[in-house]
């Protein structure tokens, strides 16, 4: 593939052209260009390329953030304007400063939540959308490489991990756990799941502090099984991986090598860190009794309840509870006290009987 390089007014720069290589999947590496402001690609060069694309500085000497979160795509007609702020702000009480989002589906109402976290700078959204249909796999390993890049001297850290996943330590935040690790060589700290049982669907919608106060994700499922090192989750030093997968990097850089975290080894490992993921018991390509079959040797899986430190808790409720009541608690206009004069100046219809005008 052709890299095309263009200037401020989306003209092609001369002889800029450069024959890069697609590695791993979906990627193009194409070098810098002085004066580029868009770049494109083609299969030709005596082609006209795809509409180019503005460039994102990202090349910091320094990275702006010490843990960042990339986040699989949101897709599925499941409510999750909750999951979204408790996965939110349990990983930002965790040291994560700031989510990749990418959406495939989502509703307009659940978007909502979204649009807040950007406002706040705590997020930007990918929207994935593009002229080939993909199955939902092909969409999750092209937001896989694109956030790896994405994130490549943006963070010094970066958590690939999915909307029902949490990063729980015992004693210490992840970023403190993060920073003790002193060696430059660490360039994947890998993480055991905690399988957490969650057999109910997330309401709705907002209706009041009380319903909300039932449905707390983090104080209504704490029931678990393992750790296990099966689906484990990774943080990785970006520029130090080659290529990412799902639960794993596949290529790091010479030289680099990977840290496992024991949940159980904390003296060995500098810490104890497990990810918590809440396993749906229902709608499971798997089956909804996951929780209930036995292993190879027929021993049934062990149901701990398994809550988070107090303090903690505590924490991520006040922070929950603001961040829901600001986007979802609506406060509704007293129409009668907009002026009479501003409505004839505008030609507005009466408020009180409609809202926004009808073209």
């Not at 907002?206 to 989750?233: C, D, H, R």
């Not at 490992?269 to 190879?296: M, P, Q, V």
């Not at 505590?314 to 002026?339: F, G, Q, T, W």
Request: glycine content about 4%; some cysteine; hydrophobic content about 35%.
């Amino acid at each position: 593939m052709y890299c095309r390089y263009y200037d401020c007014e989306r003209k092609e720069i001369p002889g800029s052209a450069w024959l890069g290589v697609v590695f791993p999947e979906s990627i193009v590496e194409c070098p810098r260009r002085v004066g580029a402001e868009f770049v494109s690609v083609s299969k030709k060069l005596e082609k006209e390329a795809p509409t180019p694309v503005r460039l994102v500085y990202r090349a910091y000497k320094e990275p702006i953030h010490e843990l960042s979160v990339c986040v699989a795509p949101l897709y599925g007609n499941q409510s999750s304007w909750l999951p979204i702020v408790d996965f939110m702000e349990h990983n930002k009480l965790e040291g994560a400063s700031y989510f990749y989002f990418y959406v495939g589906e989502i509703s307009s109402y659940d978007e909502r939540i979204l649009i807040d976290y950007v406002r706040t700078g705590d997020m930007e959204v990918v929207k994935m959308q593009d002229k080939y249909e993909r199955v939902f796999i092909g969409w999750h390993f092209l937001q896989i490489q694109d956030c790896h890049l994405r994130s490549k001297y943006h963070s010094k850290w970066t958590a690939f991990i999915d909307l029902d996943e949490r990063i729980s330590t015992h004693g210490q935040r992840m970023i403190d756990l993060l920073r003790s690790i002193q060696d430059p060589a660490i360039g994947e700290v890998q993480m055991q799941l905690l399988s957490v049982i969650k057999d109910e669907d997330y309401p709705h919608k907002f209706v009041n502090l009380e319903a909300l106060e039932k449905e707390m994700i983090f104080k209504k499922y704490n029931k678990t099984i393992g750790p296990s090192w099966q689906g484990q989750k990774v943080v990785v030093r970006p520029e130090k991986i080659g290529i990412m997968s799902i639960h794993s990097a596949v290529a790091k850089y010479p030289g680099i090598r990977t840290l496992q975290l024991e949940p159980h080894k904390v003296v060995v490992r500098s810490g104890n860190s497990i990810s918590a993921h809440l396993r749906r018991t229902k709608y499971r390509i798997f089956g909804s009794d996951w929780h209930k079959e036995a292993d190879e040797n027929g021993n049934l899986p062990v149901i701990q309840n398994t809550p988070l430190p107090q303090k903690f808790s505590e924490d991520l409720h006040k922070a929950i509870v603001r961040r829901v009541l600001h986007v979802y608690d609506r406060i509704p206009m007293n129409c009668s006290l907009i002026p009479k004069v501003l409505q004839s100046m505008l030609n507005h219809p009466d408020p009180c009987a409609q809202m926004w005008p009808s073209f």
